[in-house]
């Protein structure tokens, strides 16, 4: 499986919304880490606006192609729109072009988080417009033939982000075998993993004792030097062998990767309202937006918040001595 680091040099990591916010557009990994999502969303509409002028004249030239372009030109509009109203009623003009418009029905989604009924409607219908979309514009066999490198095909970026946001949908509603079907999915089909999805997965396999899959998914995307990942497998291992001596080793390790963690598992510490819109490798705010999508796995995990805090005094007492 390919594994995408989407590391900066300075140890800068790529901006990353937690899983509450993860409908935001995630960083490609083809582009510069530190380009805001604004910046991100607005590459998107440059790489389409150039594929488009550069293709061949009967490039995606028919009736249907024609509409959706247009369509998803108006949800260009939208993200960029300063109220509701607008991003709703570019949205709904772009489906009367096109109703294959993922983002289109995205937006809606988006716009309606506190009707879950009308919410889910709007995520299930981006979801079978996007595969439609697939199916129209880069061939009826997409899905078998283009599965490994999805987000490379510009026209399979609406459903990613759509199903996604279905995935989301699916585990704050309780259905969560559907929703880690479509996170692992997802996977398969982008393991280059643009849209992060592994950062959302790991903790939830965790928090549902999925402890194989979850042992797979460390294995595959390799980031010893991140809270996510260093945190996830300490965790792990306190799941397989309890408060063993190679548990208690990668929970050091955590910790010295990033020491704010504990803070806010123990309580010492209350996570903001409101996430940092970036972060850098062992700050407070890789803490936070970890503990956002990994806490329900540690408070759930019987004895695991009793023995962090037991590992820390022991941590703090050799230090003092």
């Known amino acids: ?3 995408s680091k989407n590391r900066r040099k300075n140890g800068k990591k790529a ?5 509450a916010t993860a409908r935001q557009k995630q960083p490609d990994a083809n582009v510069p880490a530190d380009l805001s999502v604004g910046q991100l969303k607005a590459m998107e509409q440059l790489m389409a606006t150039l594929r488009r002028g550069l293709a061949a004249p009967d490039f995606g030239s028919d009736d249907a192609s024609t509409a959706l372009n ?22 709904k003009q772009a489906l009367k072009i096109s109703e294959l418009c993922a983002d289109a029905w995205l937006v809606l989604a988006e ?27 880069v061939g009826p066999h997409a899905f078998e033939q283009e599965a490994g490198h999805f ?20 585990w704050d509603s309780n259905e969560r075998q559907q929703a880690v079907a479509h996170w692992q999915d997802l996977l398969r089909l982008c393991p280059n993993d643009n849209l992060g999805i592994r950062y959302i997965l790991g903790s939830k396999l965790l928090e549902l004792d999925q402890l194989a899959a979850a042992r797979d998914l ?27 001596q190679s548990a208690a080793k990668a929970l050091a390790a955590a910790i010295n990767t990033n020491p704010h963690v504990p803070d806010y598992l123990l309580g010492v510490r209350r996570l903001p309202e409101t996430p940092p819109p970036y972060y850098e490798l062992g700050s407070d705010g890789e803490a936070v937006i970890y503990l956002l999508s990994g806490f329900n796995a540690w408070r ?13 005094t022991s941590i703090g007492d050799a230090k003092r001595h």
């Open 151 to 170: 987000w490379s095909i510009l026209e399979t970026r609406p459903y990613m982000r759509a199903r996604a946001a279905l995935a989301e949908s699916l």
């Open 1 to 3: 499986m390919a594994v």
């Open 218 to 244: 460390l294995e595959a995307y390799d980031e010893p030097d991140s809270a996510e990942w260093s945190y996830s497998f300490a965790l792990l291992q306190f799941k397989q062998a309890g408060a063993s």
């Open 111 to 137: 716009e309606t988080a506190g009707n879950t009924a009308v919410q889910r409607d709007y995520l299930e219908k981006a979801v079978a417009a996007g595969q439609a979309a697939i199916h129209q514009t």
């Open 15 to 19: 901006t990353r919304q937690p899983a």
């Open 70 to 91: 247009a369509a998803q030109d108006l949800v260009y509009e939208a993200w960029e729109a300063s109220t509701r109203q607008q991003r709703v009623k570019l949205a």
């Open 300 to 312: 759930s995990t019987t004895g695991a918040l009793e023995w962090i805090g037991g590992v820390v």
